[in-house]
């Protein structure tokens, strides 16, 4: 017999002891000094008590030895086992039978209450144990508080978990106490299950330390495996007092229950960690047959202008006069604009989506900078119209963010608008700015508008995503990659400002770009 079971024993026995010498004397005071003929009835509450603290065995222990001493002590002949008077045979027999029956009641009525209350232990665990997994971002996140949650409820010093695919990969990655991870136990008891997981029972297992005699220690270690579709994936880990023994049936259906729960939530955020990074290899692969889709198509159409106008003026059979050579020599210009301004855009969009883009706030009027951009497109403008009414507003901004903001759009409607059309950019306080009260709440709109076809009303939402074109995939002569807006919206939204598309009044489409005000203070002339 081990040695936690030996002590329960001679804890009950001295507690029997104890409570049959108590309930002696009260019996001897009853019928010694106030007379009653018969006071047994007092042993049944000894009885009683014993089985609330100690059960049915102790109840029995008790009753028996009761109905002893009742016999050695108040019963004639006294001071023997010998009972003269059969009706005193009948009532000691009474007395055993209603004492065990006491016994077994108040008992039975104990273990109920244990086991409701046990059962109350283990459904708030397993609603912590849930609730942390349902608020979880990460199972590795939730399982510090899952283990804080099943010591608490369980009784038990010490829950961790570890994770690994064998026992020595395994490692500790959520506990329910502070201070460093505790190292892997020498022996310990595991749970086995039958093949279809319902049965359970415990395994002792010794590691190797144990094994070449180390001592027996106050603490006792239990694991219960986790595991993925028959593949372990880690550990469940308690440790218990040694005077406990084994865990119980609630207390080792919490702990299965616990660890199926947690396998389960490992085995999702596996799930949805190779979905995540499936989606981001399709998106990654769309990404990047659209851009070299794109940039090879605009790539190839300067190249060949480009290719064509020098092959015409190296030609020695081709005699050129001096206005057909500028000619050729400006189409390999503006086709060289053409190609730097396509690169600029893709490495601008590259550095937007790095976040390295370095902001300066400066007070701009906006006058020059709109004709600091018009300036750079006027070659590829031809004969639309550009009008400007921009007034005297001025905004917070970085000056060669906004004038690369400002070719991009006129770059764009340049490109969606007929020889001979309009061209708009205007200026003026933002709907629901606070002009008048605080410069830095007031904000500036700048539109930019034109009269090409515009753009569906469904579409206007997408216009700034990268490589989106109205058209879909087919493209014709003249139209971008799709990258210009979506650099405009890159820098107007790290100058802090916002943009937005709609349709315009002249029929095309409008890109408002709403910037902070400045108020740009006014020279004064010094001899005034």
């Given at each position: ?44 509450v000894a009885v009683a008590a014993i089985a ?434 979506a650099v405009v919206r890159g820098f107007v ?36």
């Amino acid at each position: 017999m081990s040695r936690p079971r030996v002590a329960r024993w001679i804890e009950v026995g001295l507690a029997v002891v104890a409570a049959v010498a108590v309930a002696t004397g009260v019996v001897a005071g009853l019928e010694g000094w106030l007379k009653l003929p018969n006071a047994s009835n007092v042993y049944l509450v000894a009885v009683a008590a014993i089985a609330i603290r100690y059960g049915v065995t102790g109840a029995s222990l008790t009753a028996l030895v009761a109905v002893l001493v009742y016999d050695f002590l108040f019963t004639e002949p006294y001071l023997t086992l010998t009972v003269s008077d059969p009706d005193e045979w009948l009532h000691l027999v009474l007395l055993l039978f209603v004492a065990v029956t006491v016994g077994q009641l108040a008992a039975l009525q104990r273990s109920r209450a244990e086991a409701a209350i046990a059962r109350e232990h283990e459904s708030r665990a397993l609603f912590d144990v849930t609730r942390a997994l349902a608020r979880r971002t990460s199972t590795t996140d939730a399982l510090p508080a899952i283990a804080a949650a099943l010591a608490r409820e369980a009784g038990m010093p010490q829950v961790w978990f570890g994770l690994g695919a064998d026992d020595a990969g395994e490692r500790v990655v959520g506990q329910s106490w502070e201070g460093p991870a505790r190292a892997s136990p020498r022996g310990y008891a595991v749970l086995h299950r039958d093949a279809s997981g319902g049965a359970t029972a415990w395994t002792q297992v010794r590691g190797p330390l144990a094994a070449r005699g180390a001592g027996p220690t106050s603490t006792r270690h239990v694991r219960v495996r986790m595991e993925e579709a028959g593949r372990p994936i880690g550990s469940l880990w308690a440790s218990r007092d040694a005077g406990d023994g084994l865990p119980d049936t609630q207390t080792t259906t919490l702990l299965r229950v616990a660890a199926d729960l947690v396998a389960q939530a490992l085995a999702h955020d596996r799930l949805e960690s190779e979905t995540r990074r499936a989606e981001i290899a399709q998106q990654s692969d769309a990404l990047k047959s659209a851009l070299l889709e794109s940039v090879s198509h605009d790539l190839r159409t300067p190249l060949a202008s480009i290719r064509a106008s020098a092959g015409t003026l190296m030609d020695p059979d081709v005699a050129l006069d001096p206005d057909e050579i500028r000619a050729s020599a400006a189409s390999i210009d503006r086709e060289a604009q053409r190609l730097n301004r396509l690169v600029g855009n893709l490495l601008d969009l590259s550095r937007i989506e790095a976040g390295v883009l370095r902001v300066a706030d400066e007070a701009l009027d906006l006058d020059d900078v709109v004709a600091g951009a018009i300036a750079l497109v006027e070659g590829r403008a031809g004969v639309r119209r550009i009008e400007v009414a921009t007034g005297e507003g001025a905004v917070i901004a970085d000056p060669i963010l906004l004038e690369e903001a400002l070719v991009n759009l006129l770059d764009n409607a340049i490109r969606h608008t007929p020889e001979g059309s309009a061209i708009r950019i205007s200026a003026g306080v933002a709907a629901g700015s606070a002009a008048g009260s605080d410069d830095r709440a007031a904000l500036v709109c700048v539109t930019v508008e034109d009269s090409g076809p515009g753009v569906p009303d469904e579409a206007l939402p997408r216009v700034f995503d990268r490589f989106f074109r109205a058209g879909g995939r087919r493209r014709s002569p003249g139209t971008g990659i799709g990258i210009g807006l979506a650099v405009v919206r890159g820098f107007v939204e790290a100058m802090g400002g916002r943009v937005a598309a709609r349709r315009s009044d002249l029929g095309g489409l409008a890109i408002d770009v709403e910037l902070r005000a400045a108020a740009i203070p006014s020279v004064v002339d010094a001899a005034s």
